[in-house]
DNA sequence: ATGCCTCTATGATCACGATCAAGGAGGTGA
DNA sequence: TCACCTCCTTGATCGTGATCATAGAGGCAT
C-alpha cells in the first residue's frame, strides 16, 4: 500500500518517540545511561525493536546462535537450563533494564533459554554492532564492563545464598533484593507482582515449591509479608532484610 | 650503584625475557591470546611483574580500591568474601591464565580478598590502560568479552551444582572440572596435587569439611581415585564425570 | 454456568548431610 | 627429637528440607 493515513503515521512517529532511548524512562538505568545526547543517539540507531512477546514466549532457546544481546524495556522473563532430560534450572529472573544474553558471548551461543513470564518487550542490540560501537565510545565500553562486572558479583551472592543460607534466608533475601530492584526502577518496593510461580521461585533458589509454600505462610504469619496468590505486601521490610543477612 | 656485573645484566634480561608475553608458555590461553606478535608488544608493555606471593599471602583484600586485573603465571589462589563475622565463603579457585578481579569493576573496589594457595607469580594489568589499549585492540576487547561471558557461564554451572547437585555429584564435578583445567594447561589430568585444603573445598562446594572426607573415602573404595593427603591420583574419569552429571 | 487444567497449600514421613565428638596423621619450629 | 598445631578421618546423632500424598483455589475455554 502507497497511501498511509495522517493517523497512521501519527501512530508510527509516536511508536518510535517513545521507543527512542532519549526517551525512553529507563535510560538512568540502562546501557547507554553514561552516554551524552549525540552518543545516544548512534546507540540508538542500532537498537532493533521487537514486538513484544507474549507470557510463556522464549525470546531465544538454548543453544541457538548468539547474535545480540537485549535490553528489557518492560515486562519480565526468566532464564533456564536444561541438562539431560527434564532437569531444568532457573538461573536468572530478568526486570527493566536489565541485560540479557551476555553469557553467550565466549561460546557464540546462549547457555540458556529465556522465556517471557508476561507480555515482555525488549530492545535488541545487535553484539558486533554494539561492540564497534564501542571501540568509539568509551562511556558506552564502560557501562557494558559494568554490567557484566555486576553481573558476576551478583552470581558470587546468589552463591552464597544458595551453599550457606537456610530455606527461610533465601526467600527473605528474594524478596529483599525484588523489592530493591522495584524501587530503583521507580515501583513500590512494598506492594508488587510476582511474574513467576512459586515453582520458579522454588527452582531459582534451590527448594521445593512444598517449602516455598509453608515459609510464605509462616512470613504471613510473622506479619513480615502479605501475601495473596502472586500479589505481595511488604509489611515489614527491616525484619525481612534482618532475617536474610542473618547469621547462620 | 652505577656499576652492574654482567651477570646481573643477564640475570635481569632472562628475567625479562620469562616473563614477556611473546615468551610465555601461557599465552594460547591467556588474554592476549588472539593478538598479533606486534600487538601483543603493546600489551606486554602494559603489564607489571610482581613479587611471587608466598602461601597465604593475600593478592588484594575485600574492598580494597580496584585497579588492576590480574593474570595468574604460575601457582594458584582462591577467592574469599566474607560477610558479617566470621562467615567465610570461598568463591573460586584460580589457576595459570585466569583472570582475577574482573568483579571488581563495577563498584571499583575487589568484593572479595584473593589469596594464595602456594607460591604463586601473577602479572597485573592495570585496568584504565588496558581499558583505552583494547579500543584500538579489537582482538584483545572480544578476549576480554569472552573471559567475562565465560566467568558467567561457569558461575551458572556452579549454581547449578549448589542447587540441584548432591554431595557426591559436587565432588565428582570438583575433580572433573580440575582434571579438565589441567589436562588444558599441559599437565596431568590424572594425576596432580590439590593446593586448597578440605575445608576449602567443602566451603566452596557448600559441604561440610567431614563430608568432604568421608566421600573422598568413598570414591576411593569404589575405585575411582586414589588420594593420600593433598595428592590425587584418578583412576576412573569416566566414571567420575558420569557421577557428576547423574540426574539427581 | 461447567469441567479441566495448573498452581498453591498443608500434613506425614524420610533421608541427606550438618553437627558434635574424638582421635590420628603430618608438618614445623624449638 | 619432641611438643604443638593444623589438617584430616571416622563414628554417632540430629535437624532441615525433600518427597509423597491429598485437597483446595484460581484461571480459562466451552
Redesign the interface.
Known amino acids: 500500500m502507497a497511501v498511509e493515513t495522517a493517523n497512521a503515521v501519527d501512530k508510527r512517529r509516536s511508536l518510535l518517540h517513545e521507543t527512542r532511548c532519549q526517551n525512553c524512562s529507563l535510560s538512568s538505568l540502562c546501557l547507554p545511561l553514561a552516554l551524552e545526547l549525540e552518543d545516544m543517539e548512534q546507540f540508538d540507531a542500532i537498537i532493533r525493536r521487537r514486538a513484544p512477546l507474549k507470557k510463556g514466549e522464549s525470546l531465544f532457546r538454548q543453544g541457538s546462535a548468539f547474535n545480540s544481546v537485549y535490553a528489557v524495556r518492560s515486562g519480565s522473563l526468566k532464564q533456564v537450563?536444561t541438562?539431560?532430560?527434564?532437569?531444568d534450572?532457573v538461573?536468572n529472573f530478568y526486570l527493566p533494564s536489565e541485560l540479557v544474553g551476555?553469557?553467550?558471548?565466549?561460546?557464540q551461543a546462549y547457555?540458556?533459554s529465556v522465556i517471557a513470564l508476561e507480555t515482555t518487550t525488549v530492545c535488541e542490540i545487535p553484539f558486533d554492532r554494539l561492540?564497534s560501537l564501542?571501540?568509539a565510545l568509551?562511556e558506552l565500553?564502560?557501562q557494558?564492563?559494568?554490567?557484566?562486572?555486576?553481573?558476576?558479583?551478583d552470581?558470587?551472592r546468589?552463591?552464597?545464598l544458595?551453599?550457606?543460607k537456610t530455606a527461610d534466608q533465601r526467600l527473605a533475601s528474594f524478596f529483599s533484593s525484588l523489592s530493591d530492584r522495584f524501587r530503583r526502577r521507580g515501583y513500590s518496593p512494598y506492594s508488587f507482582r510476582l511474574s513467576m510461580s512459586r515453582a520458579d521461585i522454588g527452582n531459582y533458589?534451590?527448594l521445593a515449591v512444598e517449602t516455598v509454600s509453608r515459609i510464605l505462610g509462616r512470613f504471613q504469619q510473622q506479619g513480615l509479608v502479605e501475601v495473596s496468590g502472586r500479589e505481595v505486601n511488604i509489611l515489614n521490610l527491616e525484619a525481612l532484610l534482618a532475617q536474610a543477612?542473618e547469621?547462620?
Open positions: 537450563t541438562e539431560g532430560s527434564g532437569d534450572q538461573t551476555l553469557d553467550g558471548i565466549d561460546e547457555p540458556g561492540d564501542s571501540e568509551p565500553r564502560g557494558l564492563y559494568r554490567s557484566m562486572s555486576k553481573e558476576l558479583r552470581d558470587r546468589m552463591m552464597r544458595l551453599s550457606r533458589l534451590g543477612q547469621e547462620h
